[in-house]
């Protein structure tokens, strides 16, 4: 009966009281009470009783909602919202006694002038920013994601605020607080230590956003993994990821769904890298140590990111820590490294110096040398990244970052000639240089801005000297240089404004400025003779300017509880001499919730590029022209699909299938039986554009926890291409066309100081064109016909990597040692296939074959 | 400069990897025809016919000794050649091809598919004069040369192609090569263009000559003199040079550079055929049906001795 009368008066007061009556002053009775973990019901009968309060609910209401409270003197209202912070309850009072119970209601749009924002950003201790965490308000249930310079802003519905921050398993909990007005609260979350291995967000950030197809890493994750000759390689962990594939052996490009390597967005502290490979592919090319954290994206690309169409790979340097000194050595058989970091004022600024040099030609150069009289072989690559960060204030940071890396190598080599003793050296000289400034302020309570200023350089030379002498003079010198460079001047703005909870919105511009020389070549003759001489100075030069204006803006739009969308566009502007290309890029991401522990995503992207690599040896060589769009060569366009559902299986395991369809237009290439002459400078001539297309599945499963962890991923693609001029037309599959491809890596902990880890790939063998036989061409001749392009398999890659760590952990060091062995069974993979004439048989040659491999790690 | 980047880096390759004999398996391939023929505007002409050959199979490069060649202008037939020796085929008519004609050539044998081909004779290039000059220079091979000055009026309003020929008339054994070219004096395109030509169609009397096959992007503007830089290390009193600037079409310029690459890609010479590594380098053919090139050329010559 007693239910039947509450029931009622509540469907009467529910009809009678729309809003919530709080502008009318309730009587000012203030509450003690204190409850651990007490039915709701009870506290509500023991309210009713000492306060002379009517409380109208139904059981169903407050079926199993039980509270933990301290009020000491609140009043009433205050009190309330206390008790029902955590709850999905809210209240209604009338005649200062009835306190009607109901659902909390969706704020409506209207109501959000009287909420307030809290904002601020997410640190780690060391006051690293973090990227990616989750700030929850948790009895609100609403939360938002760090973004790329940890900044969060959320509007609080209620001003009881119970806020929650979590970072890879770290969480951080705040004691409820009350908002007075708009709060900047910054998060430091100590103690963050991210074990293990882990290439995907966070579970929460992996359903709770509408990106797709993004991989995560972190430097503690890089120097888990099996490495080449000991010596974590960002590059090469990427190319192990499902959908991202390697090329041949030792090589340092990335090939992102069918995509080529001058398609990925290579971005240090959101600069833009146009070569990411050594020479050769053996040493790494980004120093693991000075990396925070690096986002890889495949697809669904924000319309924050453009320029490139196949992936954006998007990696942080770290700031330095503002409390402490710290240091870390690294020592493996390529290279050693160095790391320092720390605070130059305490708490305010710090800096990171990063810096590494291989030794081969200090401890092998004389051996080498040795081996063949008059020869002497040098190579060397060095690099160096800086990092000052300074905290001007709550709202303010700026950094300043540096970044130069260098690769030498020489071969000189002399002989005896009749007419006097000849001299030859040749020389490879590639250097990378970055310098960017950045200033990140919050500018409101919801609105955050990042200025950037970069100016970046790549500069390619070869050089060879060849001097001919005899005792008593100089008879001849000539030279010859080479120079391909890349020069890039930019300023960035980027915002992110939360207008709602229901609206993130970001937009931004760039300007840039870039010199495009793809090749310079000059040549100088100089003879001592009694007659006279030839006049022998050659010279060209190709040069571009090249002047872009690009704009965005993105919205993400939380449509309900289960739907929510991001919509963006991308405005590029761009002027080479006399030419003029603009496009519109639209972008469109949906994620719907299946269930708590499932989510669809769908995306849509339009992209655009105005740059192309040529080459036609698909190996890191400085013999790679990278050439802007022109009057001849129009921008590349992509659309790009994908569908992907997540799932998390027993709490242990996430999986993750996604397929993908990606047409590519405006692609150039060399025209079948072209190929780059330097000398020639004659690249315009030999071009031809054509399509792409790829197509594909990933499957990605991981297990994040336990003292077994590790992933295993498949993709399952096809990659062909179509060009007016190669192959008579006709569709071909790409070379790097790899049907399967397969990872399965494990790391296991034992002992508390023991790690072993072992990752093994496979891969379908790389498409070649085969010759079938051979005609005479009438010039004396004999010439090579092929099959059709791309048509015969070479053997199918795989290699099994494994790595063993001892950590030994002392007061003030952390010692580690890896044993790593790559290519464990000694498989003798295809680098390339040779037809031997003379021998009429076909070798197979494979670079490296199984290597063993130490390391030494001490931070201090 | 790529030839030598490229060549340090194969042979460091192939010194530091591992290698394997492999078998494999090479799809079947269906042999055809290859007929490779010249004509030239004073008469000149040269048509063999040959088979391909399947890559493992070492025998020499089959003649075809029975195959009907057939040649036409425009849709006239003018003559069934006879065959001759070798896989040659010559002529018996004495017809000489005539400026801005259409020939086609058809070659038919049994049990392969008839090869057809087309082929427009040009005009000679407006050569107003070339002169050579008689002061030795040093070149950049260290070797005594001269240089050449070519007056070419070059229609700057069209693509033409060319190919240039030095004969020496001379005992002395070292190759008289053209040093480098250039489009106006003071700059320089380089000693690395495409080297080709046709051993039939060399002059036999001078044994020593170079031949180029040059686009007009260095030749388009008409008032621009070409200059040579001919090597030939000569300290004799009297010396013979011929020079040939032929009018070619873009058949046989495209057909003779992609040969040149093919012959200078430098892998070839040094590792066999690197598979793989490189993208394959297919000669570019205007034959139907079959393979080799129906070209013809049209010259201007002029001999040029120094005392």
């Not at chain 1, 407050?62 to 955590?86: C, F």
């Not at chain 1, 242990?652 to 060399?670: P, V």
């Amino acid at each position: 009966m007693k239910f039947v009368k509450k029931a009622f008066f509540f469907i009467i007061i529910c009809l009678l009281i729309s809003p919530r009556l709080i502008s009318q002053e309730p009587k000012q009775k203030t509450i003690s009470c204190t409850y651990k973990n007490e039915d709701l019901k009870k506290v509500f009968e023991d309210l009713g009783k000492n306060y002379e309060l009517d409380f109208y609910y139904t059981d169903q209401q407050i079926k199993n909602v039980s509270i933990t409270v301290t009020i000491n003197d609140k009043p009433l209202i205050k009190a309330l919202d206390i008790i029902l912070a955590d709850t999905h309850l809210d209240y209604k009072i009338k005649d200062d006694t009835k306190i009607v119970i109901v659902r909390k209601k969706e704020p409506k749009m209207k109501e959000y002038e009287k909420k307030k924002f809290i904002s601020g950003y997410v640190k780690s201790n060391s006051g690293e920013y973090l990227v990616g965490a989750q700030i929850i308000i948790s009895n609100q249930n609403i939360g938002a994601v760090s973004n790329d310079h940890g900044y969060y802003c959320i509007l609080a519905l209620q001003d009881s605020i119970r806020l929650e921050a979590k970072y890879f398993g770290n969480k951080l909990s705040k004691d409820i607080f009350y908002l007075e007005k708009d709060t900047l609260i910054n998060l430091v979350l100590s103690n963050i230590e991210i074990k293990g291995i882990s290439i995907t967000n966070s579970k929460d950030e992996a359903y709770e956003t509408t990106q797709m197809s993004k991989l995560t890493l972190t430097q503690d994750q890089l120097k888990s993994l099996p490495a080449f000759l000991g010596e974590p390689d960002l590059i090469k962990t990427i190319q192990i990821l499902p959908g991202i594939q390697k090329g041949i052996e030792g090589e340092g490009y990335l090939y992102v769904r069918g995509g080529g390597p001058e398609q990925n967005l290579i971005l240090l502290e959101n600069v833009p890298i146009y070569q990411s490979s050594h020479m050769l592919g053996l040493v790494p090319f980004f120093n693991s140590s000075a990396i925070n954290r690096v986002e890889v994206l495949k697809g669904g690309f924000p319309a924050r990111y453009s320029g490139r169409i196949s992936s954006v790979v998007d990696i942080d340097l770290k700031n330095g820590n503002k409390k402490e000194y710290h240091g870390n050595i690294n020592i493996s058989p390529l290279m050693a490294e160095l790391t320092l970091e720390g605070p130059i004022k305490k708490e305010q600024t710090s800096f990171i110096l990063s810096g590494r040099r291989t030794y081969i030609d200090l401890i092998a150069k004389d051996y080498i040398n040795s081996l063949k009289k008059g020869t002497n072989y040098d190579y060397q690559v060095y690099d160096i990244s800086v990092k000052i960060n300074h905290k001007i204030s709550d709202k303010d940071n700026i950094s300043l970052s540096v970044f130069n890396n260098q690769e030498l190598a020489e071969y000189i080599y002399s002989f005896e000639l009749p007419t006097g003793h000849n001299a030859n050296k040749f020389a490879l000289d590639i250097k990378n240089s970055i310098v960017s400034f950045e200033w990140n302020k919050l500018l409101s309570k919801n609105l955050n801005g990042k200025f950037q200023l970069f100016y970046n350089n790549t500069l390619n030379n070869i050089k060879n000297t060849e001097t001919l002498s005899n005792s008593s003079s100089i008879k001849q010198n000539t030279s010859l240089n080479f120079v391909s460079s890349i020069a890039n001047s930019s300023a960035n703005f980027d915002f992110l404004y939360v207008p709602s909870n229901t609206h993130t919105i970001r937009f931004g511009l760039n300007g840039s400025y870039q010199t495009f020389n793809p090749a310079s070549f000059n040549s100088l003759n100089l003879v001592n003779s009694t007659i006279p001489v030839a006049e022998e100075k050659y010279s060209f030069s190709d040069n571009y300017k090249v002047y872009g204006v690009k704009g965005y803006l993105e919205d993400d739009y939380n449509i309900s509880n289960k739907l929510k969308a991001s919509f963006g566009i991308s405005y590029s502007f761009y002027k080479v001499n006399q030419k003029r290309y603009s496009y519109y890029e639209p972008r469109a991401s949906f994620r719907y919730l299946l269930s708590d522990h499932a989510s669809l995503k769908i995306s849509y992207s339009s992209m655009h590029q105005y740059i192309h690599l040529l080459a036609n040896y698909g190996y890191s060589l400085p013999l790679e022209l990278w050439v802007p769009s022109n009057e001849s060569i129009k921008p590349t366009i992509s659309h790009q699909f994908v569908i992907g559902v997540s799932q998390a299986i027993k709490h242990q395991f996430e999986l993750s299938l996604e397929a993908y369809y990606k047409t590519m237009n405006n692609m150039i290439s060399f025209k079948d039986g072209s190929s780059i002459d330097l000398v020639k400078n004659d690249w315009k001539e030999n071009i031809t554009s054509g399509h792409g297309l790829s197509y594909g599945l990933e499957a990605f499963i991981q297990k994040k926890q336990g003292a077994v962890k590790g992933w295993i991923g498949y993709t399952l693609s096809w990659t062909e291409r179509q060009f007016d001029e190669i192959n008579n037309g006709e569709w071909f599959p790409y070379k790097y066309d790899r049907r399967h491809d397969f990872n399965i890596t494990i790391i296991k902990t034992f002992l508390k100081n023991f790690e072993l880890s072992a990752s093994w790939i496979y891969g379908t063998g790389n498409a070649i064109s085969l010759p079938l036989a051979t005609y005479d061409t009438g010039g004396g001749w004999i010439a090579t016909i092929y099959n059709k392009k791309n048509s015969y398999r070479l053997a199918p890659y795989h290699r099994l990597d494994l790595n063993f760590v001892y950590t030994r952990v002392k007061k003030k060091t952390i010692s580690k040692w890896s044993l790593g062995l790559y290519n464990a069974y000694n498989r003798m993979n295809p680098f390339f296939i040779r037809y031997n004439e003379e021998e009429n048989k076909f070798t197979q040659h494979s670079l490296f074959p199984i290597i063993p491999s130490i390391s030494y790690n001490l931070k201090f | 400069m790529r030839r030598l980047i490229f060549s340090n880096l194969i042979l460091l390759t192939i010194m530091i990897s591992c290698q394997k004999d492999i078998n494999v398996n090479i799809p079947p391939f269906e042999q055809k025809l290859v007929a490779n023929c010249w004509f030239t505007g004073d008469g000149k002409w040269y048509m063999k016919v040959t088979k391909t050959r399947n890559l493992l199979d070492k025998s020499p490069i089959e003649i075809v000794s029975n195959a009907e060649v057939k040649i036409y202008e425009g849709e006239t037939l003018i003559e069934i050649l006879p065959y001759l020796s070798n896989g040659i085929y010559g002529r018996s008519n004495g017809y000489c091809a005539k400026v801005g004609k259409t020939y086609i050539m058809t070659v038919s044998s049994p049990g392969y598919p008839v090869l057809k081909a087309t082929e427009t004779l040009l005009e000679s290039p407006d050569v107003n004069d070339i002169k050579l000059d008689t002061i030795n220079v040093v070149t950049s091979k260290n070797l005594v040369g001269h240089y050449a000055t070519i007056f070419l009026n070059d229609n700057p309003n069209t693509i033409d192609f060319y190919n240039i020929l030095v004969y020496r008339n001379h005992i002395t054994p070292i190759e008289t090569t053209i040093n480098n070219i250039r489009y106006n004096p003071g700059d320089t395109v380089f000693d690395d263009l495409v080297h080709f030509h046709v051993n039939e169609l060399i002059d036999k009397q001078y044994c020593h000559h170079s031949s180029w096959l040059v686009k007009d992007i260095f030749l388009s503007n008409s008032s621009t003199p070409t200059q040579l830089l001919i090597d030939h290390n000569s300290f004799e009193n009297t010396i013979s040079f011929r020079f040939e600037i032929n009018s070619i079409t873009e058949a046989y310029f495209k057909y003779g550079s992609s040969l040149g690459s093919y012959i200078s890609g430098g892998l070839v010479e040094l590792t066999g055929v690197a598979i793989s590594f490189t993208e394959p380098m297919q000669i570019k053919s205007n034959v139907e049906n079959g393979y080799g090139v129906f070209a013809s050329y049209n010259g201007y010559e002029k001999v040029i001795q120094i005392e």
